[in-house]
Structure formats: structure tokens, C-alpha cells
């Protein structure tokens, strides 16, 4: 589920954006991001690790999917159709709200860094829930985004099924170990037709396995500048120029 659901929507309503204030590193050079960028990947594909580093290079505010709040996350990765509906619920709410809260101060902000596209709500939706739930889940999905801002651009980390299911084991998030390897491959699947198809925003797509977000500055300093100069359309980038 996304990783990117009465009781849900109060919950949903309370949930404050997970934000971080502006920072800006001493490391930042001329080159600077601006406007709202949001950053996508399956899961472990290293999106909030990247988005915070982006944050903090350029003195941004970082907005963070609140993962761990939602109450059948760890129900769903133990039984996906009956816990389907609710976690994807859960989650399309309180993104919600958290875009609502971001739409209304983000003139205030010359950077925002989010770590998930609300849209690709719908990818997880797709495949995981049943005819039924969908067809409801498209009624409610469909109202909501039309009040959620569309980002400036997107950054997709691309990356290796083997690499993913490494990363998801090595940060020891315990639900998460009900991942298989099959349900991440039909994510890979779903998050690559998705992005190659999406032209509400500038998509780059990374391949992140070929990137230490945590590593060198000038590997990030490189990303820095890709980010910035792709304005239109999908673009592709590894270290060493985009492919």
C-alpha cells in the first residue's frame, strides 16, 4: 500500500502534515530548486531520503507521507483483500489533507519537496483493490484531486527488483516483511506504465541505483542541476549526464 487509508475520515482530519521547516546547508551552490517537486519510487526506493537532502540543500520545506499513522497498514501486508479498502482510504485522506494544508501556504515557500505524488494513489488502488471497492474509490478519489495543487515537477527513482528488496529488509520496518517478491514486481510494473504516461508535470526519471543519496555532495550537486534544467516532458538521468 502506499509506501508513497467515520473513524478513517476523523482520523484523516486530524493528521497534520509530517513537515519540516526551511534549512538551508552551507553546501548549497548557484544552483537552486524551486517551486513544489515532488519525488516518487516503489517502496524503498530511497524518496524521503532524497527529498530531505533536497530540503536541506536549498533551504526548502519538506512534506513526508505519514506511513507509519495509518492504523491498517500492518493488517494489510497480513491479509490484502480484507484490509485493501481501508489502508488505501486511509492513505488517499490524509494526503488530502496534507496537499489542502500545503495549497494554502505555498506562496510562502520558494521550496517545497514532497515525497510522494498524490495521483499515484491510484496505482496502488488499481492493484489492489476489488471491481466494487474501485469503482467507489474512483468516485472519492476523483472529487479530491481536483483541490490538490499538481506539482512543478516530478523526480521518479527508477530502480533494480533486487536492490528494492534489500533496501525494504536492511531498514527493519517489521510489516514490511510481508512484502513479497512478486506483489513488488507488479509495483515496479504498475509505477513504471504509470510515470511513462503522466503528463500533468515534468517527469525525470533517475536511476537511483546508480545514486548515494546519502553519498557525496557532488553526486547530489549533479542530480541538483538535472533536476533544474529538465522543464518539460520525461527525462532520463544517471550519474554522468542523462541517458
Same mark, same amino acid.
Given at each position: ?69 495509518? $492504523? *491498517?497498514? +500492518?493488517?494489510?501486508? /497480513? !491479509?490484502?483483500? #480484507?484490509?485493501?479498502?481501508? =489502508?488505501?482510504?486511509? @492513505? ?81 520496518? $517489521? *510489516?514490511? +516483511?510481508?512484502?513479497? /517478491? !512478486?506483489?513488488? #514486481?507488479?509495483?515496479?510494473? =504498475?509505477?513504471?506504465? @504509470? ?49
Amino acid at each position: 500500500m502506499g509506501a508513497g487509508e467515520g473513524e478513517i475520515g476523523a482520523a484523516a482530519g486530524r493528521a497534520a502534515p509530517e513537515s519540516s521547516p526551511p534549512v538551508r546547508s552551507p553546501a548549497a551552490d548557484a544552483v537552486r530548486l524551486r517551486g513544489h517537486i515532488a519525488i516518487e519510487g516503489v517502496i524503498g526506493a530511497g524518496k524521503t531520503t532524497l527529498a530531505r537532502r533536497l530540503a536541506e540543500r536549498g533551504g526548502g520545506r519538506t512534506i513526508l507521507e505519514p506511513v507509519e499513522e495509518n $492504523p *491498517f497498514l +500492518r493488517p494489510f501486508y /497480513r !491479509d490484502r483483500v #480484507r484490509y485493501a479498502f481501508q =489502508a488505501q482510504l486511509f @492513505f488517499l485522506l490524509s494526503r488530502h489533507g496534507q496537499q489542502i494544508e500545503l495549497k494554502q501556504r505555498d506562496l510562502f515557500d520558494d521550496l517545497v519537496i514532497c515525497d510522494y505524488l498524490f495521483q499515484k494513489d491510484r496505482i496502488f488502488a488499481n492493484l489492489n483493490l476489488s471491481d466494487h471497492e474501485l469503482t467507489l474509490y474512483n468516485r472519492v478519489a476523483g472529487l479530491l484531486e481536483r483541490e490538490v495543487p499538481v506539482p512543478d515537477k516530478v523526480v521518479y527513482l527508477q530502480h533494480p527488483l533486487d536492490t528494492l528488496a534489500e533496501r525494504i529488509r536492511d531498514r527493519g520496518r $517489521p *510489516f514490511e +516483511r510481508r512484502i513479497d /517478491r !512478486d506483489y513488488l #514486481r507488479q509495483l515496479a510494473d =504498475a509505477y513504471n506504465y @504509470f510515470f511513462f504516461h503522466y503528463d500533468l508535470a515534468p517527469v525525470l526519471i533517475v536511476n537511483s541505483a546508480a545514486v548515494d543519496f546519502e553519498g557525496p555532495e557532488d553526486q547530489l550537486a549533479d542530480l541538483v542541476r538535472e533536476i533544474a534544467r529538465h522543464r518539460h516532458g520525461i527525462g532520463y538521468y544517471s550519474p554522468g549526464g542523462r541517458v
